[in-house]
């Protein structure tokens, strides 16, 4: 889902169109740097904070309400508009960031300091030329992407959406491989472009001090970009046994469904089988994957329908979680001026969406809700955007937003962890909670998005690094990025690499659009570690799968001693607020899928006998 914060939007991995607006800073030196050659006082840096947070909170302010407006009245004046107010953002931006090298040295106080470092965290171009070449080649890979189509004949041509439903539904192979390969022979036609886009990318890196973009992207995260790449790694290492015991099994089913012609006992298993143009979340394979017994008749789907369920009784549904946390009912403005259901009289933008409109309380959230249990997750995701806003409008500007940007998209999948049998009992939405024997079945079909995503969220960035970095060549792209998703994720290509020529990175939307990918990995961790800490606050001591701490006043005090801190400490600290621990850790994921391990390697044991008669 999206979130905006910071004239920026991240999204999560579900949407098919998240998009962020990069550091694209239209500012030159000479409009930032009137900085005289005398040396510059803490009482200087003191007032160019000030004055900085004062105009970008004004600013901020107003391309939010002009990009809200843009995308609940889709017209080409709205776009103008928004775009507008979206550049004098950016501008103020830009000059801030270079203005703030000027105090570099400074010994400011840790909380002028930690600003100071934060305006610097972005790309600059000095030449007004690389800033328009740059949102040139910007704007051509979004539309290169977006306008993307097969055309298996002249007059039938496939956008991705039709070609990810054929992969969703369809057991045919040879039509699986078609539109697989079908949609990565469009990305080449925007290789070149990506390849100057990197190049000019890492210009604007450089004038702000980092060696490439990667670098720069791992320096956002309180620790030198070496040491975050190393705890990536780490927290792999830790997962893995999980994701691969998640893979063996999957491999046996595939095997059963296509033959040992089409998938091997032993190597890497062709992408195009996992239901998922990017083989990234496998839900789709959940009928031939789930257990032959034991899963729930129970349909929340259908219990909503039934009950004629609207999109305002959805949110209140989700209002009320946190509320019983101990936390504020949501503004009356939010009812007044939230887009929760699809307008009969104009096209919105339909992706879900939580936005804080100024300093204050205005928050809202966009979302076109249906009575679904997915909408029914999804809403109260959204609302742990909101409520992460709330509890740090008292914040300074500069640390109004998430620790890092994977706690915001955690929030909300904590609080969608806490959606239990248990919990829709309470509510009045499920009579009886089922078996303990469908814990097994739901299980899994969690871990076919939250545990098979993982080594993709985190290959993805590893091999922009390399790019970024030179280490990879544009003629070794499909090279490297295969290596890597055989290593990370057991996959191969289903169909010999393109040559030099290839782009496979390209076909998925966060490259073409430069979208940071770490965030998606963070938030899946941190999501279960946020809530072993909330269900330990509640004095749970159950299966952790099992907890929910819907009306727990406790855990709800202590997450809100979390999102109160902002951006304003490091996120090692605000993580140490909720959980007492300063490390991301991935046991509290496999302490949460422990009962489905132990079921994976049962039935691997099984069905490898199976294979050996």
């Known amino acids: 889902m999206t979130v905006r914060y910071l004239a920026n939007k991240t999204s999560r991995e579900r949407s098919v169109t998240p998009k962020i607006i990069s550091a694209l800073l239209a500012c030159t030196f000479a409009a930032a740097g009137t900085a005289s050659a005398a040396k510059p006082t803490v009482a200087e840096a003191e007032r160019f904070l000030a004055d900085t947070e004062t105009k970008l909170n004004k600013l901020n302010n107003e391309q939010s309400r002009a990009a809200w407006v843009g995308s609940n009245f889709i017209t080409d004046d709205t776009e103008g508009i928004a775009s507008y107010f979206a550049e004098r953002y950016l501008t103020a931006s830009g000059e801030a960031a270079i203005g703030a090298r000027r105090f570099n040295g400074l010994k400011l106080s840790p909380e002028s300091a930690r600003k100071m470092m934060l305006l610097q965290q972005t790309l600059v171009f000095a030449d007004p030329k690389e800033r328009e070449q740059y949102a040139q080649l910007q704007a051509a890979m979004n539309g290169a992407y977006g306008k993307a189509k097969y055309c298996p004949t002249p007059d039938n041509c496939m956008a991705l959406g039709d070609m990810e439903k054929v ?125 032959a017994t034991g899963a729930s008749s129970y349909d929340l789907t259908k219990v909503l329908e039934q009950r004629k369920t609207d999109a305002k009784q959805m949110t209140r549904y989700a209002e009320g979680f946190y509320t019983s946390l ?52 999804v809403i109260h995701h959204e609302l742990g955007h909101v409520y992460y806003f709330l509890a740090y409008t008292k914040q300074p500007f500069l640390f109004r937003n998430g620790a890092n940007d994977g706690f915001h ?57 390399d790019v970024y970095a030179g280490k990879t060549k544009p003629a070794d792209y499909d090279k490297s990025w295969w290596q890597l998703r055989e290593q990370y994720m057991g996959m191969k290509r289903p169909a010999p690499i393109n040559g030099v020529t290839g782009f496979d990175a390209g076909a998925k939307y966060h490259v073409a659009a430069d979208v940071p990918y770490a965030r998606y990995f963070l938030a899946d961790m941190l999501q279960f570690q946020f809530h072993r800490a909330l269900c330990r606050e509640a004095g749970y001591t159950g299966p952790l799968n099992r907890c929910s701490v819907y009306g727990n006043a406790k855990a709800g005090a202590k997450l809100q001693q979390m999102l109160a801190l902002g951006a304003s400490k490091p996120w090692p600290e605000a993580l140490k607020a909720i959980s007492g621990e300063d490390k991301i850790d991935g046991n509290a994921l496999l302490e949460y899928f422990a009962p489905l391990k132990t079921w994976l390697d049962q039935q691997n044991a099984a069905l490898a006998a199976a294979e050996k008669k």
């Open 409 to 465: 998209e955690a929030i909300g999948d904590t609080v969608a962890l806490s959606i239990t049998p248990s919990y829709l009992k309470q509510i009045g939405l499920m009579d009886q909670e089922p078996d303990v024997n469908a814990d097994i079945p739901q299980l899994l079909e969690r871990a076919l998005s939250k545990v098979a995503i993982l080594p993709f969220a985190y290959s993805v960035d590893k091999w922009r690094w």
């Open 167 to 291: 992969l969703a539904t369809s057991h045919d192979e040879a039509k699986l491989k078609e539109m697989w390969t079908g949609w990565h022979a469009q990305s080449p036609s925007y290789k070149q472009k990506y390849t100057e886009y990197v190049e000019l990318s890492n210009k604007g890196a450089k004038q702000m001090g980092f060696a490439d973009t990667g670098v720069m992207w791992r320096s956002q995260y309180d620790m030198p970009p070496e040491a975050f790449a190393a705890e990536m790694e780490r927290l792999w290492q830790q997962v893995k046994p999980l994701y691969d015991s998640l893979l063996t099994y999957t491999r046996y089913k595939l095997r059963a469904t296509y033959g040992p012609d089409v998938v091997p006992l032993e190597g890497p298993i062709p992408s195009h089988l996992f239901g998922n143009m990017w083989s990234q979340n496998w839900t789709n394979l959940y009928p031939l994957l789930k257990p």
């Open 326 to 377: 101990g936390m504020q009912k949501l503004p009356a403005s939010f009812w007044e001026r939230s887009l929760l259901t699809k307008p009969r009289d104009r096209d919105v933008v339909c992706h879900a969406s939580a936005w804080p409109l100024n300093e204050k309380d205005d928050v809202r959230i966009k979302m076109c809700i249906t009575p679904t249990a997915e909408d029914f997750t």
